[in-house]
């Protein structure tokens, strides 16, 4: 191999090097909510796309220990919103992100809105550490838009409460 191969092929390699730390990645800052508003942070969730989908990587502390629901929502927002008559929190968020309309609600492998992420499970000193990762999403997808933790777990399902029963939503980040 002669020396010009061998700088063109350090240089491919160097390329592709380069190119892989190029990969989409944001760190946000997450807040609980209340039916006050956006309150104290609680910590962040780093969004790296990979080759097998988006990683979400938590770095939370001061939440209830179990599963949390955990969705992409449509707006990026994270205040109150009038519901009934009362002040509800993070519903400005809106809906669950559902680009193509579907309707359905049916986890992050189903064939539902793409707003369904794993639940987010939270240790008993209320850390919430653990990586996950969602194939059908990108880094891109999710910007201009909210993530949202809610009180309790997720059935994936509309039965027999809707939105996979998580309740209300405790704790927010916009994604810019």
Do not use: W
């Not at 502390?61 to 969705?71: A, E, I, R, S």
């Not at 509800?88 to 579907?102: F, I, K, N, W």
């Not at 909210?146 to 777990?153: A, F, R, V």
């Not at 809707?162 to 810019?176: D, E, H, Q, T, Y």
């Amino acid at each position: 191999m002669g020396k010009a191969s061998i700088i063109s092929t350090s240089l491919m390699c160097m390329s592709v090097v380069v190119g892989g730390a190029q990969a989409d990645e944001l760190v946000v800052k997450v807040n609980h909510i209340s039916e006050k508003g956006v309150e104290q942070n609680i910590g962040t969730i780093k969004l790296t796309d990979s080759k097998t989908g988006l990683i979400i990587t938590p770095n939370l502390k001061q939440l209830t220990p179990g599963l949390h629901g955990f969705h992409v929502h449509q707006n990026p927002e994270c205040g109150t919103k009038e519901k009934d008559g009362k002040m509800t929190a993070g519903l400005a968020a809106g809906g669950h992100y559902d680009p193509t309309e579907s309707g359905k609600h049916a986890g992050p492998i189903g064939h539902g809105h793409m707003g369904d992420l794993p639940a987010i499970e939270v240790a008993g000193n209320g850390r919430a550490t653990k990586s996950m990762t969602v194939a059908r999403l990108k880094v891109e997808f999710l910007q201009g838009r909210s993530l949202m933790i809610h009180e309790g777990g997720d059935n994936y399902s509309d039965q027999p409460k809707p939105l996979g029963g998580g309740g209300s939503r405790v704790a927010c980040a916009i994604v810019k």
